[in-house]
């Protein structure tokens, strides 16, 4: 028997952050998703024990202002993507301006200073991610993954799709079903 | 903290393509350390020796004397410690077999050997930012398929 999970990825982080928070009795207010405000102060000792427990779970304190910020595009961008509930009406690059309050040029040029790629593709290589995942648990079909990513029709994703991986959706889920037979074989 | 360049590994027995392809490297943007092995048995020694540091992407040609690119990504896979290297296939064949063949056994990248040296850059440039985005935002690898 197989079982599928589906993840909130935001309430898992934010569950685990506070956790670990808690753990090392730290006080603290959450600010907003990935931020927080200490209510005393803590040692460097405390800080690195945090740090510690908190780089099992591939979490990072970021240190750089630059680093911050396009740790908060990438989250909002995320957001965007993967959460159902977060529907956006307006263009990627005004939710952005209007949600991170700076000029979509400043932005978009920080963002590649540091990512090596341009906060269009990051955005399209998350909705082809976020595409790739719900192929693969063939519970909907490609015209309901279209629809649920804001696809205006089912040949957009395909194209984009095969645009940024290289190849079509159907050969996608034919070699991850084949990949998993071929490893159960071999384990 | 992270690694400010990429290492890159490349296992090709034809000389000229291991030259185009480190020159290429020199010329991109992202930071790279690259080193070259003439055959899989040069290659599979290097990777099993201890404290080396691994290869964020490794290349493979499909054809190479005593052990074959196939047989590389065969170990490999084999081999926990080497889940995290992302492996192209680097090859002068382009089958649709080929192709699926060895994205089955585990392979994330199919790279048909460009013939002009702007296009190598060009591919070599995304197949490293793809993998750099995977690499810093902790994207499901197995996810990770890709052609040129």
Redesign the interface.
């Known amino acids: 028997m197989t079982l599928f999970f589906k993840f909130d990825f935001n309430a898992i982080c934010q569950i685990v952050l506070e956790q670990t928070l808690n753990d090392n009795d730290i006080k603290f207010k959450t600010v907003g998703f990935g931020e927080i405000e200490l209510l005393n102060k803590i040692s460097k000792d405390q800080q690195d024990k945090l740090e510690t427990a908190l780089s099992k779970y591939h979490i990072e304190v970021v240190e750089n202002q630059k680093s911050i910020l396009v740790q908060k595009i990438k989250d909002t961008i995320n957001d965007m993507v993967f959460n159902e509930d977060t529907t956006v009406n307006v263009k990627s690059s005004v939710y952005l301006s209007d949600t991170l309050g700076h000029s979509y040029g400043y932005l978009s040029n920080l963002f590649s200073e540091v990512t090596y790629t341009s906060i269009e593709n990051f955005i399209i290589l998350q909705k082809i991610e976020f595409a790739k995942q719900l192929i693969i648990k063939q519970d909907l079909s490609l015209t309901e993954i279209a629809f649920r990513l804001n696809y205006s029709s089912v040949a957009h994703l395909s194209t984009q799709f095969k645009n940024t991986t290289g190849i079509t959706p159907s050969a996608f889920q034919r070699i991850i079903s084949k990949r998993r037979a071929f490893n159960q074989e071999n384990n | 903290m992270q690694e400010d360049y990429i290492n890159i590994i490349l296992a090709d027995d034809d000389e000229d393509d291991r030259l185009f392809f480190t020159d290429a490297f020199e010329e991109i943007?992202?930071t790279t350390r690259v080193k070259t092995f003439n055959d899989g048995v040069y290659l599979m020694d290097y990777l099993n020796t201890d404290g080396i540091q691994l290869p964020n992407v490794l290349f493979l040609d499909l054809n190479m004397p005593r052990k074959s690119g196939l047989e590389c990504l065969r170990e490999i896979k084999?081999n926990e410690k080497f889940n995290d290297i992302a492996i192209a296939i680097y090859s002068t064949s382009a089958s649709e077999e080929d192709i699926?063949k060895t994205?089955?056994?585990?392979a994330n990248i199919?790279i048909k050997k460009p013939s002009d040296f702007k296009t190598l850059k060009k591919v070599l440039s995304e197949v490293v930012?793809?993998n750099?985005?995977y690499h810093?935002?902790?994207?499901?690898k197995?996810?990770f398929?890709?052609?040129?």
């Not at chain 2, 994205?103 to 585990?106: A, H, R, T």
């Not at chain 2, 810093?136 to 499901?140: A, E, F, G, L, P």
Request: proline residues 0%; positive net charge; without cysteine.
């Open positions: 943007k992202i084999q699926e994205f089955i056994k585990g199919y930012t793809i750099w985005q810093t935002n902790s994207m499901n197995e996810n398929l890709l052609r040129f």
